[in-house]
């Protein structure tokens, strides 16, 4: 399967500090993206960045993409109690670029 | 507004029974998805739809068949129902585009199997 790994799969800090997951997968990709599920919610998409794109940035967050590796990275600054949810990376592959593959997700518990 | 609509939230299903999971998109997409989601396992991609009547098995599609007769809609059937299915099931849609194409979800509809 293509499935992407997140890392960690669970994430507990205090307001105002930085979050960093990481996702890594396993076959050339199309473009990967971000998308947080609040608890028993839908998914909601948060940022796309393209296999020719480095680093992406949407208002607090910041996306790296290492194609060599197969990883990604989001980080989320200055992080509030509403950041806690699920962190998904999704990943759309080259040759089948409308197909995704989400991974196991990072649970992040922003306390206040 | 975008809206990926799941026709039920919450369903408890004998095993054995056939079940419909209705999702219906207002946004023209041509593609549609059908995740299951447990915990620990992420969501996994069961059937996914890239045009009418036009279909793709996913990683577990086993125990499940799909049916898209119009574009706005993709019907996710179990078959005979066990209590493994027991889950979350997760609609979505999105354009079909190789620039990148956000997926737009459903609620999600929690299914009981017993």
């Known amino acids: 399967s293509q499935q992407g790994e997140e890392d960690p799969q669970a994430l507990s800090i205090q307001e105002g500090e930085n979050a960093t997951m990481n996702c890594s997968y396993k076959?050339?990709?199309?473009?990967l993206q971000w998308y947080r599920q609040n608890s028993g919610r839908g998914l909601v998409h948060l940022i796309l960045?393209?296999?020719?794109?480095r680093e992406k940035h949407s208002g607090r967050l910041r996306v790296t993409l290492d194609t060599s590796k197969k990883s990604s990275s989001l980080l989320i600054t200055a992080s509030r109690a509403a950041d806690t949810a699920s962190y998904f990376c999704?990943?759309?592959?080259?040759?089948?670029?409308?197909?995704?593959?989400f991974g196991s997700g990072t649970k992040l518990n922003v306390k206040p | 507004d975008v809206k990926v609509t799941q026709s039920s939230r919450y369903l408890v299903k004998r095993t054995g029974e056939k079940v419909f999971l209705e999702c219906v998109q207002d946004?023209?997409?041509?593609?549609m998805f059908w995740y299951r989601q447990d915990p620990g396992l992420g969501l996994r991609l069961i059937y996914f739809?890239?045009?009418?009547?036009?279909?793709e098995k996913g990683d577990i599609p086993e125990g499940y068949s799909v049916s898209r007769e119009k574009k706005e809609r993709f019907s996710l059937i179990l078959e005979s129902a066990s209590t493994s299915q027991t889950s979350m099931y997760l609609c979505?849609?999105?354009?079909?585009?190789?620039?990148?194409?956000?997926?737009?979800f459903g609620e999600g509809s929690w299914l009981t199997v017993v």
């Open positions: 979505a849609s999105s354009l079909g585009s190789e620039y990148g194409n956000t997926i737009y």
């Open positions: 076959t050339s990709i199309n473009n």
């Open positions: 960045i393209r296999s020719n794109e």
């Open positions: 999704a990943t759309a592959l080259v040759y089948n670029f409308n197909k995704f593959y």
């Open positions: 946004m023209d997409h041509e593609n």
């Open positions: 739809s890239y045009d009418v009547k036009m279909k």
